[in-house]
């Protein structure tokens, strides 16, 4: 059947090798070194936009072409959404290196370092060739193969020996660690490179360190014993302009701490804004050299040769000399092993880098990352990041390898579910992430004191465990989207609650503020505030200004009129109680959650007890017009409600209680009479020609219920028998008839089995709320139609587009997908949780 189809169908058909490497688990995401995509997709762009689309919004283009030229031109600042300079898709990331909140550099899945994000929040998409491992085999004292572990043959470097032949090696991903299998061809050797990241659930400490380790596994299958050195080599910088701006310089380093010794590098990168240390490393168990300085430039021939002589490099004591600008220097380290004949060993690397201070965009005010907490301040925590990842790296895998094997070990999941749902975290970590220590001054209650009905200052679970803040996507620049974070917000709440509890304080505490400054909003072309009081916001900030004081850096509706945003914040505080059963964060949440329902009742214009959409798109699809009461912001709407009910009993206030009752009795009456056709919601109640097709995502208010514990009984919202009927039609019609069944639901189908093609995001398949939709059918007895219905996208993403480590918000049936790297397919953590079928209790609080 379609959902027990081999893990690797054809991602490893080029492999020739027999070798499985040492170690490595099954399942994961596996890809031989020689693969190459078919498929090449575009990013959509403006000129992807339909000529009706264009007649009908015409004002928005002219006015983000104005806006668009004024930021890059004049401001020179790099917009939060890029219609004409789209990301293009590079077919090549694996998973990033580094815990959460203290920047990532991600390798590609064949070894390249090839994207950065150190600045907060900014990436940089740049390969730096030089940055590569290399072995070295040596037989009675003489070096007898000497390969750089890289496929590519780059114009540069030409000293040294490229072009390792990728039809021998795969990687294979199973978040947050990694394994790349080396068998050298002729050589009877095989190397498996196994990388590993501090990403530990339910842990606030090593999960905020910016490392990793390089743990190599070396089996020797030959009747001799070898010695065997492994080099790497790195650049100090990132292959940005700045590397190139001088003073920047190395030092070799020693450090001995509780009777372990680390030696290596240290490349210091003295940039004006945001430096850095970046410190490659290795425990004295074994033999370490190094050489501090060699320029990337040339044949390097010199390096190349030094290994070569004797397995080693030279050593050289003392500093570096900063370099002039325009000059750019590397280092390397090279550690080594004897191997015994029919025999195995390992070697160890580490990898840091310390920017323990951080300014974003506007340079306002700096910030302290999570990590200095453990580590310091002072920009000279390098050593001690490498020592503690060295002597500690044992205990993380302990600890990822129980929090995985429930999983791993459920020989009811399919494969690709297993992958799909360990890889796509990768987003917590580099969804241009940040987390940092709550300033000493710092008032989060947005001015309103518990007292009054807000909030702490500083409310104690922001100062014992920081500020957590992660980009919508790489592409699409604002933290903590809050309409996007809706459907992510469950890997953070199963897995780091106490991230996610952060997040919803400092979400509240901008709820009671406002900013009145007027601007300008894209959409209508109406001056607007930037935020009203008692709503939510869209986001909380742009990195490239200054996230957390100035919000809602989404400018293109006024989101102060959607409909979604106070609903999801709602629904959010009830899930977070329901999971993490902190009676102090629902006391302080639900004068919060009265304010934003008392907002969101002006919407409901008639007073049926149901909101109305106002014929644009005020939701978070929004390209995507809605009038009247819709089945999205409907359901929404009486999900809200329902929770309003449950948390009014839970802090005793009857009066409450009794009126959202109300409300939910008289407001579920108008969702059947205006939208259920007999088989599923409408779309909306508008009467227009598209207001009945099918949308995926109409039971979003009933999969939240069921998340959090309720949908049935007293604190039903939806007859189980109504979203059952409209599960099946989706199921039918969005998923089974479009593309074969093959590529999850699309957003919208029309009743007779054609994509809704109306709007930008109508035909559009958003990974995100496919995930979602799965979670909903399994929750509802659905179980081979919701794997069905993820298995298409997953398969689509990581096995056809070449989209893994950066799974976009959506792609169309062909041609095009939309926003690389994206919050919302965090979603995928929650698809078999709760329900029966729990996979394991870190995935359901």
């Known amino acids: 059947p379609f959902a027990r189809r081999a893990p690797f169908p054809e991602l490893m058909s080029r492999y020739v090798s027999l070798e499985l490497g040492y170690g490595v688990p099954k399942d994961g995401w596996r890809i031989c070194l020689a693969h190459e995509f078919k498929e ?6 403006a000129k992807d936009v339909s000529l009706s689309n264009i007649v009908e919004h015409i004002g928005l283009g002219v006015r983000y072409l104005k806006w668009w030229y004024k930021k890059t031109q004049i401001e020179k600042k790099a917009p939060f959404i890029d219609m004409f300079r789209a990301i293009p898709l590079r077919q090549i990331y694996g998973a990033p290196l580094g815990g959460i909140g203290g920047g990532t550099i991600t390798r590609g899945w064949r070894g390249e370092f090839c994207r950065w994000q150190l ?33 590519e043959r780059p114009p540069t470097l030409q000293g040294w020996n490229w072009g390792y032949c990728g039809e021998y090696a795969f990687y294979h991903a199973l978040y947050p660690r990694a394994w790349t299998v080396y068998p050298l061809p002729g050589q009877n050797v095989t190397l498996t490179c196994r990388q590993v990241s501090p990403v530990i659930p339910h842990d606030y400490q090593d999960s905020s360190l910016p490392v990793a380790v390089f743990v190599w596994d070396i089996e020797n299958k030959n009747d001799y014993p070898l010695d065997v050195s492994i080099m790497l080599t790195m650049v100090n910088g990132s292959g940005h302009k700045d590397d190139k701006s001088g003073g920047h310089w190395n030092e070799p380093f020693h450090l001995e701490k509780a009777g372990e010794s680390v030696s290596g590098v240290l490349l210091h990168h003295c940039t004006t804004v945001n430096p850095y240390t970046l410190c490659m490393a290795a425990r004295e168990q074994v033999d370490i050299s190094h050489q501090t300085a060699f320029s990337p430039k040339g044949t390097c021939g010199v390096l190349w040769g030094d290994l070569i ?9 003392g500093s570096s000399p900063p370099t002039q600008k325009g000059e750019v220097v590397a280092a390397a380290l090279a550690v080594g092993c004897p191997v015994p004949a029919q025999g195995h060993n390992d070697l160890e690397f580490s990898l840091a880098w310390d920017m323990p201070n951080i300014t974003f965009g506007s340079r306002e005010r700096e910030h302290v990352r999570r990590y200095t907490r453990f580590f310091g301040t002072k920009a000279d925590a390098a050593p001690s990041l490498s020592h503690h990842a060295l002597t500690h790296y044992r ?27 360990f890889n796509e975290l990768y987003f917590v970590v580099d969804g241009g992430t940040v987390w940092t220590e709550l300033p000493e001054d710092s008032d989060v209650s947005g001015g309103l004191r518990s007292e009054d009905g807000g909030l702490p200052a500083q409310p104690a679970i922001i100062k014992e465990y920081g500020r957590f803040a992660y980009l919508e996507g790489q592409e699409y620049r604002m933290y903590n989207t809050y309409d996007v974070h809706f459907y992510a917000s469950f890997a953070l709440i199963m897995l780091w609650p106490k991230l996610a509890l952060s997040l919803q304080y400092d979400i ?20 607007s505030p930037v935020k009203v009081k008692n709503v939510v916001p869209h986001d909380i900030g742009d990195p490239d200004d200054e996230p957390w004081q100035r919000v809602n850096a989404y400018l293109i509706h006024d989101t102060a009129d959607w409909k979604d945003l106070n609903l999801k914040f709602v629904l959010q505080v009830y899930r977070d109680f329901h999971l993490t059963q902190d009676t102090q964060y629902l006391q302080d949440m639900w004068p919060i959650c009265q ?63 009794q009126r959202f009752r109300d409300i939910l009795d008289r407001g579920s009456a108008a969702f059947d009479k205006l939208l259920w056709n007999g088989q599923y919601y ?43 009927s409209a599960l099946k039609s989706v199921f039918d019609l969005n998923v089974m008839s479009f593309a074969g069944g093959q590529m999850g639901a699309v957003n919208g189908m029309r009743p007779e089995g054609v994509p809704d093609h109306s709007s930008v995001q109508s035909d559009e398949v958003w990974i995100g709320v496919v995930y979602g939709l799965a979670a909903i059918m399994i929750h509802e007895g659905m179980l081979e139609e919701g794997l069905r219905t993820a298995e298409g996208c997953y398969r689509t993403v990581w096995e056809r587009l070449g989209m893994a480590f950066q799974t ?17 397919p965090l979603k995928n953590a929650t698809m078999l949780c709760p329900a029966e079928h729990v996979p394991g209790p870190d995935w359901c609080g």
Request: proline share 5%; net charge negative.
């Open 508 to 527: 509240a505490g901008s709820v009671v503020s406002c900013d009145p400054t007027e601007r300008l909003h894209l959409m209508s072309g109406r001056n």
């Open 395 to 421: 205990l993380w895998e302990r600890s990822i390898e129980e929090w995985q094997r429930p999983i791993l070990q459920d020989s009811s999941l399919p494969p690709w579910y297993k992958s799909a749902l």
């Open 309 to 317: 002589a004797d397995g080693r490099l030279d050593s050289p004591t």
């Open 40 to 45: 090449k997709r575009k990013p959509f762009q």
């Open 808 to 824: 976009p918000e959506a792609y169309c049936e062909k041609g095009i997908y939309r926003s690389l790297a994206y919050m919302r």
């Open 119 to 151: 600045n907060p929040g900014m990436y940089h998409y740049k390969t730096v060739i030089a940055n590569q491992f290399t072995v070295c085999l040596r037989r009675g004292g003489q070096t007898v193969y000497q390969q750089v572990l890289s496929v």
């Open 595 to 657: 304010a934003v329902m008392e907002s969101e009742m002006k919407f409901d214009t008639d007073g049926d007890g149901l909101i109305e959409n106002s014929g644009y798109a005020d939701q978070t699809y929004d390209g995507w017009t809605a009038t009247g009461p819709s089945a999205y912001c409907g359901g929404l709407w009486l999900a809200s409600v329902c929770v309003m009910c449950k948390m009014a009993r839970l802090v005793n206030n009857e009066a409450a209680f």
């Open 682 to 724: 409408n779309y909306d109640s508008s009467g227009q020609d598209l207001s009945n097709s099918v949308m995926s995502d109409q039971c979003a208010g009933q999969w939240f219920l069921r998340a959090s514990g309720l949908g049935d009984g007293q604190f039903q919202a939806f007859p189980k028998e109504k979203i059952c």
